[in-house]
């Protein structure tokens, strides 16, 4: 059971671990850096900032004591201490801890306390360790525990959140039932998915194979296509700008985004194919995926033809928010984005963005001055190169290399971190957890967010009641095979199961 206790009621030890920092919001970054500083030693303590008052305003939209409390439940830390301000030197004078751990952050800093007090920590003989904890991208929860256990502890953690965000049942209908009134464009590339279930026969006899037989096959919208799909099923209006090829798969895009209701724009490009992506499914598991893929960037005459279209219903019509989901398969080429951020700034028109470069070379860091950026840790260590730095350190350098108003910082199967602009020079940060632990099919949950992410927060809604729902999408759209589009009457199904879950009342 973790005490908070005044530094002067613990003697030094040898047992002692140092960690330090405010903790404003408890998510996987702190998670990740508090367990290795508890694995340095027998006893955890941190050193808790303090709430810093000169104006009668927090440094930190939670008071010390609330943000213990948040710490205190994680069952890692054995004392913690309040400190009055930022002091560290005081602490490790007086507790002598055998350790100090901090993020990779603080290992250059110029904070004269913090340099005293790593100084006076030498001076005693004593370890200092510069670490922000293990990086990993998928999760060992299933190993120890049932996906029924997991489910119930994540979506107690999102309801937490919510208490925190002040947000309440009412406030996720009302966001919900707002997404109709936003008009978005939707630009960058098409995807065609094909999936292919087959039955395994087992190893060849010629060599070692696996064997399969083919049962069915199945097409499904991708990449933009799928995010302008989604936009218009929750409701919202919807046009859309690609590139495809003069071919079945481009027929397939054609007739499939008109049955949606998607108004689309697409320039046929008879010398690159429409992307197809085709996987081999046994069951719900993948074997393998087969591409055919152009990757090289547009013609210019195709380029130009693009950009006029776009700029004709920019200054005819009234778009709430311009959606740039860029797979890197050359469609949103430097020109192409420089040309939507110029007839953003013009038209006054929120611009919203997501890269995804598994296997291709891109980088979220081109999208200069957007209201939301989405990307996952992985996308982001790539474009800083920086392999090392706490996810507090690498959400920062985000900011600052694109000056991004927004951030969505996607963990995978540890949910998303979302830092909202609270309109002061802080800022709001939330974890929201992945709701649905053991999903069928992850790719298309970073699509569903970015579609109501955009969505909302371009019909003028919060940032947090916005992600908040966008969770509840997300955990829709992983468990189904395949990328479909998500209805309103779903994703208000999935936001009441959650709150039936914590015993309040439904809302009809």
Do not use: W
């Not at 895009?253 to 992506?277: E, F, H, M």
């Not at 995926?289 to 006029?308: G, P, T």
């Amino acid at each position: 059971m973790t005490k908070i206790v005044g530094l002067t009621e613990l003697k030094p030890s040898d047992d002692y671990v140092l960690a330090y920092g405010h903790f404003s919001v408890v998510h996987l970054g702190h998670l990740r850096y508090l367990r290795y500083a508890k694995a340095q030693g027998k006893k955890l303590v941190v050193a808790l900032i303090g709430d810093h008052l000169p104006s009668g305003q927090l440094d930190y939209p939670f008071t010390q004591l609330e943000r213990s409390e948040a710490l205190s439940a994680l069952n890692l830390i054995d004392h913690i201490i309040f400190l009055e301000g930022k002091e560290l030197t005081g602490v490790v004078t007086t507790l002598k801890p055998k350790t100090i751990v901090l993020g990779t952050e603080y290992e250059s800093t110029t904070d004269p306390d913090i340099r005293a007090a790593l100084s006076q920590q030498v001076q005693q003989g004593r370890e200092i360790e510069f670490h922000s904890g293990e990086t990993h991208y998928s999760s060992t929860e299933l190993l120890s525990n049932s996906e029924h256990q997991i489910e119930q502890q994540r979506r107690s953690e999102f309801l937490a959140a919510l208490e925190r965000q002040g947000l309440e049942l009412q406030d996720m209908l009302g966001t919900l039932a707002s997404l109709k009134n936003a008009h978005l464009v939707v630009l960058g590339d098409t995807i065609v998915d094909r999936y292919v279930a087959c039955e395994a026969m087992g190893m060849s006899a010629e060599a070692p194979v696996i064997v399969v037989r083919e049962l069915e096959s199945r097409n499904y919208l991708g990449g933009a296509a799928i995010v302008a799909a989604h936009v218009r099923t929750l409701g919202a209006q919807c046009t859309f700008f690609s590139v495809i090829g003069n071919d079945e798969a481009g027929d397939y895009v054609s007739s499939q985004l008109q049955d949606y209701g998607v108004n689309a724009v697409l320039i046929r490009d008879a010398k690159r194919p429409t992307t197809l992506k085709k996987r081999y499914v046994v069951e719900n598991q993948k074997l393998f995926r087969v591409s055919r893929v152009e990757e090289k960037r547009l013609d210019k005459a195709v380029e130009q033809s693009l950009l006029e279209k776009l700029e004709t219903m920019a200054n005819n019509g009234s778009i709430d928010g311009i959606i740039i989901s860029d797979f890197v398969y050359g469609v949103v080429t430097p020109e192409v984005l420089e040309s939507v951020r110029r007839l953003a700034e013009k038209h006054q028109i929120m611009l919203f963005g997501d890269l995804q470069c598994s296997s291709q070379v891109g980088a979220v860091t081109r999208f200069k001055d957007f209201s939301l950026i989405c990307p996952n840790e992985r996308e982001a260590r790539i474009a800083l190169q920086d392999k090392d730095s706490g996810l507090e350190a690498i959400s920062n350098l985000i900011f600052s290399q694109t000056n991004c108003k927004n951030l969505i910082m996607k963990l995978g199967s540890e949910g998303f971190i979302v830092y909202g602009q609270n309109g002061s020079s802080t800022l709001n940060r939330e974890h929201f957890p992945a709701l649905t632990a053991n999903p069928v099919d992850v790719m298309g949950a970073g699509d569903s967010l970015l579609a109501v992410m955009a969505t909302g927060m371009a019909s003028g809604q919060s940032i947090m009641s916005t992600a908040a729902l966008a969770s509840c999408m997300a955990s829709l759209a992983v468990e189904r095979m395949g990328n479909t589009p998500v209805s309103e009457m779903e994703l208000r199904d999935r936001v009441l199961s959650v709150f039936a879950y914590s015993g309040q009342p439904k809302f009809n």
